[in-house]
């Protein structure tokens, strides 16, 4: 009998991914965790049901949402990530050897250790010396801190269940306060194109909007998620990933990115018009 995952994308849109064999699925505390495999993706994460990481496109993801932030400053030292439980932002992050410290706060532990046991691809630089983990949630983490972190990168679910919180004014207030002068937050942005996911979008653009001086969206094409068009969110008290893009100094690092690239850098920032009307209504 064939096995196939299926997720809802829209009340009259589903996606299916063929599958070989469920490798794990248990209920934490926070979420209901599995782990499959397939012939087409590699073993794939959901939660809830939701997609999270597939090993066949986790690396647009996880360029678009590290590479984008450090190539406008990589001058960059202290990150905070949240969420981000599959391992692989961090594992984009610990290639800079110019940071020296990330704190990846997740508050599921199922996540991480599920991570660490089946998708090695992305779990593989949680042990590095830099990295210290926190498993709490993020909303409270931010509470008090205040100019500690140059880069916060939130790689969270969706904002319902435990991403709630990471979608809220509070939260994003937060996060202003304890980046540096030039401190930019990203956050993985939901889809522009099912009308759910850019309600989303549009309220967490108009929250970040209040907050930040310099606040834009750029895109990027994920095979796996709700339309295969993802937007990543960019703020900053002082900085512009087009303006200050310090293309020469990221080429000097010698990185080798299978998505990112200094083209793309500056054309991920130039939005369709749907998009820029969306937001424009945010
Ligand atoms: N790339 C993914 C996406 O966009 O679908 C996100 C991947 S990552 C696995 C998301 C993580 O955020 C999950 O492991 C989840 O447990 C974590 N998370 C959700 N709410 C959180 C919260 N309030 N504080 C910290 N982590 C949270």
């Given amino acids: 009998m064939e096995l196939w995952y299926t997720e809802e994308h829209s009340p009259n849109t589903r996606f299916?991914?063929?599958?070989?064999?469920?490798?794990?699925?248990?209920q934490s505390p926070f979420q209901r965790v599995d782990v499959f495999e397939a012939e087409e993706f590699g073993r794939f994460l959901t939660l809830d049901g939701?997609?999270?990481?597939?090993?066949?496109?986790?690396?647009?993801y996880h360029d678009m949402i590290v590479h984008v932030p450090m190539a406008t400053n990589p001058d960059i030292k202290n990150v905070l990530v949240i969420g981000a439980g599959d391992g692989g932002t961090v594992r984009e992050l610990t290639r800079y050897e110019t940071i020296e410290k990330i704190d990846m706060v997740e508050i599921d532990e199922m996540v991480v250790d599920v991570s660490r046991k089946y998708l090695q691809k992305t779990a593989c630089s949680l042990d590095d010396k830099r990295?210290?983990?926190f498993f709490e949630?993020?909303?409270?983490?931010?509470?008090?801190?205040v100019e500690c972190y140059d880069l916060i990168i939130v790689d969270s679910t969706d904002p319902v269940g435990p991403g709630e919180g990471l979608f809220t004014k509070e939260f994003?207030?937060?996060?202003?306060?304890?980046?540096?002068?030039?401190g930019i937050m990203v956050n993985q942005h939901e889809c522009p194109?099912?009308?759910a996911f850019a309600h989303s979008m549009k309220r967490a653009h108009k929250r970040i909007s209040e907050l930040f001086p310099i606040v834009k969206v750029y895109q990027a094409h994920i095979p796996t998620y709700p339309s295969g068009h993802w937007l990543f969110?960019?703020?900053?008290?002082?900085?512009?990933?087009?303006?200050?893009f310090k293309k020469e100094q990221w080429e000097s690092l010698n990185l080798t990115t299978r998505y990112y690239n200094t083209e793309l850098h500056t054309g991920c920032f130039a939005i369709p018009n749907y998009v820029k009307t969306l937001l424009a209504e945010a």
């Fill in 193 to 195: 194109y099912y009308e």
């Fill in 233 to 244: 969110g960019f703020a900053s008290k002082t900085l512009d990933p087009v303006k200050d």
């Fill in 137 to 145: 949630d993020g909303l409270k983490f931010v509470r008090d801190k």
């Fill in 172 to 182: 994003y207030g937060n996060c202003y306060k304890a980046l540096s002068q030039n």
């Fill in 16 to 26: 299916s991914i063929k599958v070989k064999k469920q490798l794990f699925s248990e």
């Fill in 50 to 60: 939701l997609m999270m990481v597939t090993e066949k496109d986790e690396f647009i």
């Fill in 131 to 133: 990295v210290t983990l």
